[in-house]
């Protein structure tokens, strides 16, 4: 029985030589409706910033999650659960694993938890791909809808350069890398298939589409001027030029970078003003080190998703600005970096050696007897695969979903032609899975669970949302009023407490009642205990304990809430060392409870790190006015009036602002007083 499912697993047809637009191999309707699912989702979610935002994310997991279930009810209604054979399964669901165990040790589980159930959709996609029924003419459909779907993308970069006033190609990307990356895909996969298919067997139709979109794909490629994404096409067109002859793995690139480097284009414009446009755009170099940092100190991982939220205590200064630690690195830049910080070094290195076991059954896969189409296909959606590859490790591509798919896609895809090839071997797996009701309704049950694990960060966002929208309209109550609908839905995420803590604080401003500042510490508390990595967290408690200490009535009451606020910013400082505003905060609550040598030691320990915080200097100034010390007061005014006098007129951001304001918080006046 075995035997015959593994023979069934591909009709006749399916074993036919593929012979182009008009060959004998037809796909089934069925076959046909399920890649225009796929292909359907491919072109829907870059729609909308390019996927990344809640609402196309919400509908791709749900379709996947619906399209498994199906699956599986075809399984048990076959009486059989058919597995394709590939030595990719394994280290795919060992991956999972990894992640997934990374939530016990996660520093903010939540969002652990939210990156785990994105993996698994990735997974659930690379399984319903992967086992796919596909013939030769559902193949070359698929391959030509990856292909349609560059072109159109490409031809709205085009329009927005061109026509729309854009500085760089994005497409329906948020980024312009991430869009480049999409294109770089596009050219090598048209131009492997113009490379290698017989022009004799295919119509004007399928000669039209693949050179129009070759020649679009790569004129928006030009125009995103994406440096990383030129280095990564570099790597793409090397590998292309080494399956056809060593002659042209040195020719391909090598033409490429003298075209770029001779011809005036956009992207050679770029590289020569990028210092100009981007200040920080020579800091990555700094940011790998500090990933480095982080992946010495954690080297079993922070949990998936916490890189960000670990950048707190890992800034690093950028010399000749206003703000030297003023900016945190949420991303390495390199996506590698950020699997070994969030998974460890052991999830690093399954990842990479997935990546070898694939890049080895593509290997097996051209030593095979491919017909012209299918050879030039394999080569190109593994160049394109091999571009994102080689893009993420200078970007942060794997944090973009349309590039995650089309990556998952292209990967597949060269997989799947080897079952085209003779002599590969058996293809499947047959897995007893018969009907019973009780099988049937624990799949509803999973099902639905699925659901309503995917709905849940989209339905508190929506509540977010529109508490912030009731916010900015001035409705304090009603702003409450959603983002506690918003923490009901999704209650370990930090970011729906805090807006809870500050609406609590705009309705204390508004009505004077204490009772409104309680809850927000009740808030930030909690926050605080979902989120230990945040700096800003023990900070903001550190303000509200200040806040109610005004409206102490006895004098121990006050003290008590000052020291609590005291240990807010040590805790703050502890996880966020390179702040400035803690430092102060702290430094005028010990002079407050007339400690002032340990506030002038904080005060200078603020400005080892921060020289142009004015607000430090001029508070040190007071104090060693206080305590008699003029001449540290007069060196700390002197340096006021140099450095204000350095950055004036100069264009400052609302943080600069800050660092060059030296007017006192009001709160720090009323607890000295």
Not at 261 to 275: C, Y
Not at 442 to 459: D, E, F, G, M, R
Not at 503 to 525: F, K
Request: hydrophobic share 50%.
């Amino acid at each position: 029985m075995h035997k015959d499912i593994h023979l069934s697993a591909f009709d006749a047809d399916s074993l036919q030589p593929f012979n182009g637009l008009h060959g004998q191999s037809r796909a089934p309707r069925g076959d046909l409706n399920e890649i225009g699912i796929l292909l359907g989702l491919m072109f829907f979610v870059p729609l909308i910033d390019g996927g990344t935002t809640y609402l196309p994310i919400l509908i791709l997991r749900l379709v996947l999650i619906a399209w498994l279930t199906i699956r599986i009810f075809r399984s048990l209604r076959d009486g059989t659960l058919i597995l394709y054979r590939s030595p990719m399964l394994l280290p795919v669901v060992v991956f999972l694993g990894v992640a997934s165990i990374g939530i016990w040790h996660s520093s903010y589980t939540a969002v652990s938890i939210q990156g785990v159930v994105g993996l698994f959709m990735y997974t659930v996609f690379f399984f319903l791909l992967f086992h796919q029924h596909y013939l030769r003419a559902s193949l070359r459909v698929l391959t030509l809808g990856i292909i349609s779907l560059g072109l159109l993308e490409g031809l709205l970069g085009v329009i927005q350069y061109l026509w729309l006033g854009e500085i760089r190609a994005k497409g329906t990307f948020f980024n312009p890398n991430m869009f480049a990356a999409y294109e770089a895909v596009t050219v090598i996969l048209t131009l492997s298939l113009l490379a290698w298919m017989k022009w004799t067997e295919h119509g004007w139709a399928d000669k039209g589409l693949i050179g129009t979109a070759f020649g679009i794909s790569l004129l928006a490629f030009v125009m995103a001027q994406s440096r990383g994404a030129l280095g990564a096409l570099l790597v793409a067109l090397l590998f292309v030029g080494l399956c056809r002859s060593w002659k042209l793995s040195i020719f391909c690139p090598l033409a490429m970078l003298i075209a770029v480097i001779t011809f005036p284009n956009p992207i050679k414009q770029r590289v020569l003003t990028v210092s100009d446009q981007d200040q920080y755009a020579y800091t990555r170099f700094d940011i790998w080190r500090n990933s480095l940092n982080r992946i010495a100190d954690h080297p079993l991982g922070t949990g998936l998703g916490t890189y960000k939220h670990l950048s707190f205590k890992y800034r690093f200064p950028l010399e000749d600005e206003i703000a030297r630690y003023g900016k945190r690195a949420e991303s390495a830049h390199n996506e590698y970096l950020q699997m070994a910080v969030e998974l460890g070094v052991g999830g690093l290195v399954l990842f990479v050696v997935g990546v070898g076991i694939w890049g080895w059954e593509v290997k097996e896969v051209l030593r095979r007897d491919l017909s012209s189409w299918e050879r030039g296909t394999v080569v190109g959606v593994s160049g394109g695969a091999l571009v994102i590859l080689a893009h993420a490790a200078v970007d942060s591509l794997f944090h973009e979903p349309a590039l995650v798919l089309l990556l998952i896609l292209c990967g597949s895809t060269a997989l799947i032609v080897k079952r085209f090839a003779t002599s590969c071997g058996p293809l499947t797996w047959a897995i007893p899975f018969p009907y019973h009701p009780a099988r049937a309704v624990l799949v509803c049950l999973l099902a639905t669970a699925s659901a309503l694990l995917v709905i849940q960060p989209a339905a508190a966002w929506f509540a977010y949302e529109q508490g912030n929208t009731a916010s900015q309209s001035g409705h304090i109550e009603q702003a409450g009023q959603w983002y506690h609908r918003a923490i009901l839905i999704d209650p370990g995420i930090t970011a729906y407490r805090d807006a809870a803590a500050r609406i609590n604080v705009s309705g204390y401003y508004a009505s004077g009642d204490p009772q409104r500042l309680i809850s927000a510490v009740d808030e930030m508390v909690i926050a605080q205990q979902l989120n230990p990595l945040d700096g800003r967290t023990p900070s903001r408690l550190g303000m509200l304990y200040v806040l109610l200490a005004k409206r102490a009535v006895s004098i121990d009451r006050r003290e008590d809430l000052l020291a609590q606020a005291a240990r807010a910013y040590e805790g703050a400082i502890n996880v966020d060392p390179f702040s400035p505003f803690n430092y102060v905060e702290l430094g005028a609550i010990r002079w407050r409870q007339g400690n002032s040598r340990e506030a002038q030691v904080l005060l200078a320990q603020c400005l080892d790190y921060e020289p142009n915080f004015l607000p430090a200097r001029a508070l040190l100034a007071q104090l060693a006015t206080e305590t008699g010390h003029n001449e540290i007061a007069h060196a700390q005014h002197t340096a006021i009036e140099r450095i204000q006098a350095q950055y004036k007129g100069r264009a400052v951001s609302p943080l600069e602002r800050r660092f060059l304001s030296v007017d006192l918080n009001a709160r720090d006046q009323e607890i000295k007083e």
